[in-house]
């Protein structure tokens, strides 16, 4: 029971979220009323800047990385958790939009955008910025 416990600490270590993100997620997955679906987070290719971030709501997978956070849980793949060990997520609401950041010390390189990253491990191919920035 103790090794679970220890186990569970060294994942919520993996990354964080502030109170604005934890607040919004719980909301999107109150709207959603289904217990099996968590937060999603993941890395794909593309985006200016090699790689860029992705969340969506699903359920979890084998091989994924559970991650507790108050009343729900965070998913995140095999691949992705090399990219995003130690990033928070965050949500922001302001007057240029809304919508979930992740500050990733990984990332060597950003675009303006906050969406796509490139690593020191040369992650991804970067590609022109489609950001609208």
Same mark, same amino acid.
């Given at each position: 029971m103790i090794e679970q416990n220890q186990?569970?600490?060294t994942e919520e270590q993996v990354i964080t979220m502030t109170p604005a993100a934890v607040e919004?997620?719980?909301?999107?997955?109150?709207?959603e009323n289904d217990p099996s679906l968590g937060l999603r987070i993941f890395v794909a290719g593309g985006g200016c800047s090699g790689l860029q971030y992705g969340m969506t709501l699903d359920e979890e997978q084998e091989g994924d990385t559970v991650i507790p956070v108050n009343d /729900?849980? &965070?998913?995140?793949?095999?691949?992705?958790? %090399?990219y995003i060990s130690g990033s928070e997520v965050d949500y922001v609401d302001s007057l240029m939009?809304?919508? /979930?950041? &992740?500050?990733?010390?990984?990332?060597?390189? %950003?675009?303006?955008?906050g969406h796509s990253f490139r690593t020191a491990n040369g992650g991804g191919e970067a590609r022109s910025c489609a950001c609208g920035h």
């Open positions: 186990q569970t600490a919004k997620v719980s909301e999107l997955l109150q709207q /729900f849980k &965070v998913f995140i793949d095999e691949m992705s958790i %090399t939009g809304a919508g /979930f950041t &992740v500050n990733n010390p990984n990332a060597v390189s %950003t675009c303006g955008c």
